[in-house]
């Protein structure tokens, strides 16, 4: 019997909270573990694009047809829309700037919240792959409510920042609401990301999130550390970048546990 794929997104309506970082580290460190990966780059930014794609081709492919965005558009299967992301078995659908006008595109549609969910349907059943990671967009719209509706898994980046839990009490009530949409879905947890450990900002923000009832927060924070911006301005993830840094480290023990939940669904 074929696997399940398990298709887990990353979404935060706030912005800059390491939603791209997250899912591109975590996309590339299950591909290190041997498992086959899908990634779709769902937001109008094309930030995981960036993070495997030098600038040129990334404009090539949004200028041209073979992106999430017309996908979408035209509701066909994504299996055309693959690219290679450049490691063994990880591969990646890449973003347009376009799909900043989904949202009106895709709201005389029948069925709108779905859609996605219907264009993955072959891929998701074919069994090629063990998961499909999505990077959302910092909104809460139809668009980001497709991405849930196509889920398994919400995992919710957050800065530990003053800032950083603005705004989760509606990221809460949107996923509540897209459980309506999809029984399926749970959430997996709150990965804390740019932590510095010297400021009290952490620790306010890890005491807030672990009074939240019946939310899992991840053990593993990603601490700051300026390899990951270098990493990206050099269209690697982290872990290929450098693999002895810090948050290399940590991005591949954030893998083990997503993976550990992940699996308590599915067996490998
Ligand atoms: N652990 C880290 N250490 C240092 N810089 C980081 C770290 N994580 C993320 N960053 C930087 O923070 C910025 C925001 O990260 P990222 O793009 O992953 O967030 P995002 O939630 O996807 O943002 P958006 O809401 O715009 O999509 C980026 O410039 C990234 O390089
Ligand atoms: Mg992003």
Known sequence: MKNKTTVICFANNKGGSGKSTTCSNVGYGLSLKGRRVLMLDADMQANLSLAFLPEERVL???EGEKNLYYAVKKEEDLSDYRVSAGYEGLDLIPA???MSSLE???YPKE???FVLRK???RVRMSGEYDYILMDAPPTLGGWAMNLLAASDYLVIP???SPWGLFGLANMFDFYRKACEKNPQLSLMGIVVTKVDIRKNYFRQTMETLQELRDVHVFDTCIRMDSNIEWSQDNSKPVMAYKKSSRSAGEYMSLTEEVEKIASGKKQH
């Open 60 to 62: 090539e492919i949004a």
């Open 119 to 121: 264009c993955l349907e």
């Open 111 to 113: 069925d709108r919240e």
């Open 158 to 160: 957050v800065e530990a």
């Open 104 to 106: 009106y595109d895709l």
């Open 96 to 98: 347009s700037p376009l």
